[in-house]
């Protein structure tokens, strides 16, 4: 189980510090697939640092800490301190761009003999990685290859090859197939969900697709101007949302055979640099009260498992008027 | 593209550059108002007196052109300049140095030349741009701060200035190395190595020194840019070694513009024989030429000038033929 508690990450500006992820707890257990989701700025990629441990100037762990639910070598616990030394063995990362992530002049396998103190025989490891990857469904010569000689599926593909070739505990995926066309990220996403299946290892997936959550995640995390409003199981979730935010979000995705213009979300979020007060999204709520604007709500769980950051979360009036 | 259609390409190119060269350095001359043979004639006229009969004249008229290429039309005359310079290489004879061959001279000239510029290009290419990499690479440590500012100080210094500050200092505070420099007559040797190496250390200093702060300068930004490329990022991210990060990521993709930049300055390499060799008397081309220059040796300016364009294109050639080497977006399409 990875628990966060209560995180607060900043990045030091010629302005100032700013919080780009304040204050989020949470527990995601082992061997699920757990979805961000969240406007632009609202602190999904930083939260990803942080969980990932690359924490440098200007970001910064202001307070808080992450224990990752194991244990190094020499028996200590994992947190965000030491996670480093972990990097591609028990956690992951596929990021976003494939074709500018690999080093276009050497071949794509020594990119694989890259990882940090790599021992061994590395022809032995380069036939593990030769049947790895065949068993990707990539054909045995694509290691062979420089990265400009693949396509961008087959290259995504490497990537994930990469990120689970030593069977980490934990794969961080920041919007993994937003650079490829439909049917190659259908592909990419039933290949990650197969792995997942087979290796039981925790996915942490960041996409503003929220078809794509829905078809992949088991849990899900909304977040909203750096603060988590609401976090479940993703069903639970799309059927009986919370969070009037969330309630939006949903609301604006398009449905077969529904032609009706959809409507977005009025407003934009609050700039993290203002003094903020209450309830952030409490400009753009159309249940919002004058309680909203003054009194920040807590992060509570209303029903067990699925927790939200609202003062009419069970409320009638939210379940009603905003759908 | 193959890389056969781009080795067919560049060496294409190569034989259209030599020989819109050699076709301009033929012309060139001949626009000029004055006759050279003219010019001679009445020298030897001048010498013998009025004792020369005018049909002696007329056969010496017709020999020099003959010596020197110059009989028949523009168009004769600019076949066989190309039949002889192709074909057999041949200048003709100096004037000064009458009747050694031109192409002699050259030959003789031409390894110093090549082995001084040569080395020392290449050395101040390797030792600028790993300088250049680590004070990219390091941008955020004060120390390879240091090295750049090595960069900024070198780079605007004229390049006589820093020759003669070396001298200066090399020679004469601090006599370390010769003021004038002698080599052998015989040329390299297993025995005189040593020796020209230790006279050619003085004029081989300022050259690296003045390739130095351009390739430091350039390599220092191309390694900034290049590592915050998500290629790097990602490289980091999967704990590759910080070594790994910088030679195998940062300096192998960075390289590839300084290749070329190589190609462009091996261009420049006789501008610099000439001040070079003039002020440490080295005896390359560029001494050949300047005394070419002065004493109206037409057949050796020639015959450096088209030496020096042939030298330049085949360095570009050479570079160009091994670029594919180090990108394999250009080997493998």
Same mark, same amino acid.
């Given at each position: ?83 480093? &030394? ?48 065949? &068993? ?82 088991? &849990? ?104 | ?333």
């Amino acid at each position: 189980m990875i628990r966060l508690n209560n995180v607060v990450a900043s990045y030091k500006t010629e302005r100032g510090v700013v919080n780009a992820v304040d204050g989020v707890s949470l527990e995601i257990p082992d061997g699920c697939i757990v979805g961000i989701a969240g406007e632009s700025g609202c602190g999904k990629s930083t939260l990803m640092k942080v969980i990932y441990g690359d924490i440098g100037f200007p970001l910064a762990l202001a307070s808080g800490s992450v224990d990752y639910g194991f244990s190094d070598d020499s028996g200590k616990p994992v947190t965000s301190r030491n996670i480093q &030394k972990e990097w591609f063995k028990r956690i992951s990362y596929v990021p976003q761009s494939s074709m500018s992530s690999l080093n276009p002049v050497i071949r794509i396998r020594k990119q694989f003999l890259d990882f940090q103190d790599q021992t061994g025989n590395k022809a032995q490891i380069l036939e593990q990685v030769k049947s790895y990857v065949k &068993k990707l469904g990539l054909p045995e010569e694509s290691i062979d290859s420089y990265p400009h000689q693949l396509s961008g599926g087959m290259r995504q593909r490497i990537m994930i090859a990469m990120a689970t070739f030593f069977q980490p505990e934990i794969i961080l995926a920041d919007e993994p197939t937003t650079a490829l066309d439909v049917v190659v990220q259908k592909s990419i996403l039933l290949l990650l969900m197969d792995l997942q299946e087979q290796m039981g290892n925790t996915i942490i997936l960041v996409s503003h697709d929220m078809g794509v959550h829905y078809q992949v995640t088991d &849990k899900m995390l909304i977040m909203y101007a750096a603060k988590a409003v609401e976090y479940g199981d993703s069903e639970e979730i799309f059927q009986r949302p919370l969070h009037p935010y969330t309630r939006l979000l949903i609301n604006s995705l398009p449905t077969i055979g529904d032609d009706r213009a959809r409507e977005g979300i009025p407003g934009r979020p609050p700039s993290l640099w203002n003094k903020l007060q209450g309830c952030r999204f409490a400009d753009r709520c159309p249940l919002a009260t004058d309680r909203c604007r003054n009194e920040e709500p807590e992060f509570v769980e209303y029903r067990p498992g699925h927790f939200a950051a609202c003062h009419y979360a069970d409320s009638e009036a939210n379940l009603s008027e905003v759908s | 593209m193959s890389i056969f259609q781009y080795f067919a390409k560049r060496i294409g190119l190569y034989l259209v550059v030599l020989f819109i060269g050699l076709t301009i350095t033929f012309f060139l001359p001949r626009l000029m108002p004055t006759n050279p043979i003219d010019g001679y004639i009445s020298q030897i006229e001048s010498r013998a007196g009025q004792s020369l009969r005018p049909e002696a004249i007329a056969a010496l008229r017709s020999n020099l052109e003959e010596l020197y290429g110059l009989k028949g039309d523009i168009f004769t005359q600019y076949v066989n300049y190309l039949n002889r310079v192709i074909l057999h290489f041949d200048f003709g004879p100096s004037f000064t140095n009458y009747p050694e061959p031109v192409s002699d001279m050259i030959f003789r000239a031409l390894p110093w030349t090549l082995g001084l510029l040569l080395v020392s290009t290449i050395v101040s290419w390797i030792i600028g741009n790993l300088i250049g990499l680590v004070a990219g690479y390091f941008h955020n440590k004060r120390s390879a701060t240091v090295l750049e500012v090595v960069g900024i100080l070198l780079y605007p210094i004229p390049y006589y200035i820093l020759a003669l500050t070396v001298i200066l200092v090399l020679a004469y505070f601090l006599p370390v190395f010769p003021l004038s420099p002698t080599f052998p007559a015989e040329g390299l040797t297993f025995g005189n190595a040593g020796t020209i190496l230790f006279n050619s250390a003085l004029p081989a200093i300022t050259l690296v020194l003045a390739g130095f702060g351009w390739n430091i300068l350039s390599m220092k930004s191309l390694a900034y840019t290049t590592k915050e490329e998500p290629y790097v990022t990602y490289a980091r991210l999967k704990g590759t070694s910080n070594w790994k990060r910088m030679t195998r990521y940062v300096f192998r993709n960075a390289m590839l513009p300084q290749v070329t930049a190589l190609a462009l300055s091996l261009g420049t390499i006789f501008n610099g024989a000439l001040l070079t060799e003039m002020l440490f008397s080295y005896p390359g081309v560029g001494l050949l030429m300047r005394t070419a220059a002065s004493s109206g040796d037409y057949n050796l300016l020639y015959g450096s000038i088209t030496m020096s364009i042939i030298a330049v294109a085949t360095a570009g050639l050479i570079i160009d033929l091994i670029y594919p080497l180090f990108d394999p977006r250009i080997r493998n399409r």
